[in-house]
């Protein structure tokens, strides 16, 4: 008989996705016309569903409001995720709108609503039951109880001797608290996994390979990705390896940054290298930009 599945547990965000897809620039005081669509959504979520597509036992901590927190669980089981999602009674669920243009690209308006209340009330070490490796999202970190969470489940995490990865989620964010509170937040994880923006931010620099080879002296690995370029990783100074983006035509890039971390962390879960985890990152990523939304599809119950 074969292991079971060594268990992932992501902490971070639901969110409501509100997708607008438009052929043009947006005019002022104009009437543009788009696709619309509602999907679930949230860093967080979107890492935990690809994992469990790609085969991971996942489950996600996360805050919703009482207005579309049972929507969302239904959603994540469709996923294959075990969600434990809390319920915040006076402030709605996190939404997001996504206007993608043409090209695949987003600009994001977003609205945090419960899932800045994620906070250490909603930690429990049982969580980390048949865990291996912790998975905290980036926007846990930018408001205080999210932080206070961050610091419980990290500690709990170690104690248990679960790896722990970061993903930085936002170079937005990064600015407005400050990339030298991130990293002493952060530092001394196993993995980090930034953007080429959010490596720039954390570094000051836009060169990707200095700036994962900077870091990686704060973070036992650096998994930097790189969109169309692929993704490389570096430790203890240096870039140790690299992988190629799949060649596909991008419909939507929400969600790619979220497949590449499960799909890297689902693959070192397996016992994979490091090159040949950034490899599947790459092929998970690929997958998701040829869909609109974050999330994987899911199959018909026929």
């Not at 292991?3 to 009437?31: C, E, K, S, Y």
């Not at 390896?241 to 397996?270: H, K």
Request: charged share 20%; net charge neutral; aromatic share 4%.
């Amino acid at each position: 008989m074969s292991d079971p599945p060594a268990g992932l547990l992501v902490v971070g965000d639901v969110v409501t996705d509100v997708l607008a897809r438009h052929a043009g620039p947006l005019p002022p005081d104009a009437d543009l016309p788009a696709e619309i669509t509602v999907r679930a959504g949230g860093s967080a979520a979107n890492t935990a569903a690809w994992a469990a597509t790609l085969g991971a036992d996942v489950r996600l901590l996360a805050r919703a409001g009482a207005d579309a927190a049972q929507w969302h669980a239904a959603r994540l089981i469709e996923a294959g995720v075990r969600p434990h999602l809390r319920v915040d009674v006076s402030r709605p669920t996190a939404v997001i709108i996504v206007m993608v243009d043409a090209a695949g690209e987003r600009t994001m308006l977003t609205q945090r609503g419960a899932g800045a209340r994620l906070g250490p009330d909603d930690w429990d070490d049982a969580l980390l039951e048949g865990a291996a490796w912790l998975h905290v999202s980036g926007y846990v970190l930018f408001a205080e109880p999210g932080r206070a969470l961050a610091r419980r489940a990290i500690a709990a995490a170690r104690a248990r001797g679960a790896g722990v990865s970061v993903d930085p989620a936002s170079a937005g964010d990064l600015r407005r608290w400050g990339p030298g509170r991130f990293v002493a937040a952060t530092e001394g994880v196993d993995v980090l996994l930034p953007n080429r923006d959010e490596a720039a931010v954390l570094t000051g620099t836009a060169d990707p390979r200095e700036a994962a080879a900077r870091l990686s002296g704060r973070y036992g690995l650096v998994v930097c990705k790189l969109g169309g370029d692929g993704a490389l990783a570096a430790r203890a100074g240096r870039v140790i390896a690299c992988a190629a983006a799949e060649p596909v035509r991008a419909i939507d890039s929400t969600g790619a940054g979220d497949a590449f971390a499960a799909g890297f962390l689902t693959a070192r879960l397996a016992g994979m290298p490091v090159a040949d985890a950034l490899a599947a990152g790459c092929r998970a990523g690929a997958r998701a930009v040829t869909g609109v939304g974050g999330r994987p599809p899911v199959p018909s119950p026929e």
